[in-house]
């Protein structure tokens, strides 16, 4: 079906860039209209697409989460053009969590549609920079003062998103998950109609996304309670004048200063979160 509508756009123009753009919007609106996972709402996704930003505890997010009998952990789905009905039972929702994800869910709803939901790790930014700077993975996210644009950039997207694509789609905060996880996973199952089961403290510990020498929980397998220790580092003294002028540049950006708290984060640590937002709901 992609195949005979891509070849039925015969759009021709001088410059080929234009041209392929063009032709690839006309494409994506036609799936829209014909393809049955683009109006038809369902019960259940097929997949759960899970993101965040860079070291905002969307592996650990996605260890707990998997722990059900009707959730079937997978990876690279999008990249790898596997159709959905070949990742998991039909009776199991899959679930993958990529960052590079945060930036690009338009283009995984152009493919996937209502088929997929998706689910959006918050953590307070003061400490998710904090946790880059001590890792030199995912290079595309500045260790400066540019870190807040590419934050506040960021969740701009995904807000247009939710706006635009009536899809499913929530954002968890990372501290409530650390505070209360069986309260979380108990959210997280009632949202996908899923039963009840595995309502524990307890989470996959399998190295399934590990990366040969560094997996992406590297810090969480080499300190104990790692978790519980990772809310509200910023607070403390220790840090060099240059990284505290980082901590603190979102104070004399008006934009920064409100987008933290509609998440709960203010200058004294996190509290109720502002965001109203029906499209994009919390999940709590």
């Not at 759960?48 to 059900?68: A, I």
């Not at 880059?132 to 934050?151: A, G, M, N, Q, Y």
């Not at 899809?167 to 309260?183: A, F, G, S, T």
């Not at 899923?194 to 992406?216: F, V």
């Amino acid at each position: 079906m992609d195949y005979v509508l891509y070849n039925m756009i015969g759009v021709r123009s001088k410059n080929l860039s234009m041209e392929k753009m063009f032709k690839k919007k006309i494409y994506n609106a036609i799936r829209r209209q014909v393809l049955p996972q683009f109006y038809i709402k369902y019960l259940q996704p097929r997949i759960v697409f899970m993101t965040g930003m860079p070291r905002s505890g969307t592996t650990l997010s996605m260890r707990y989460f998997v722990k059900h009998p009707k959730m079937t952990l997978v990876k690279s789905t999008y990249n790898n053009n596997i159709p959905l009905r070949s990742i998991a039972p039909r009776d199991h929702i899959a679930l993958e969590k990529s960052t590079r994800y945060l930036r690009g869910l338009p283009v995984l709803y152009n493919r996937y549609g209502n088929q997929a939901w998706y689910i959006c790790i918050v953590r307070d930014p003061r400490d998710i920079f904090l946790s880059l700077s001590e890792t030199d993975i995912h290079p595309e996210v500045p260790r400066t003062v540019k870190f807040w644009e590419f934050w506040y950039n960021s969740w701009q997207g995904v807000f247009k998103f939710s706006r635009k694509r009536h899809v499913p789609i929530v954002w968890l905060r990372y501290e409530d998950l650390v505070v209360d996880p069986v309260k979380i996973k108990r959210a997280f199952q009632i949202w996908l109609s899923l039963p009840q089961s595995d309502l524990t403290s307890d989470y996959d510990s399998d190295q399934y996304y590990a990366i040969p020498g560094r997996g992406e929980d590297w810090k969480a397998n080499s300190h104990q309670q790692v978790h519980q220790k990772s809310i509200s580092r910023w607070k403390s003294n220790s840090y060099s004048v240059e990284i505290r002028n980082v901590l603190d540049f979102y104070i004399n950006n008006p934009q920064y200063i409100e987008l933290m708290h509609q998440f709960g984060y203010t200058s004294d640590g996190y509290t109720t979160p502002s965001l109203q937002e029906n499209n994009f709901p919390q999940l709590k």
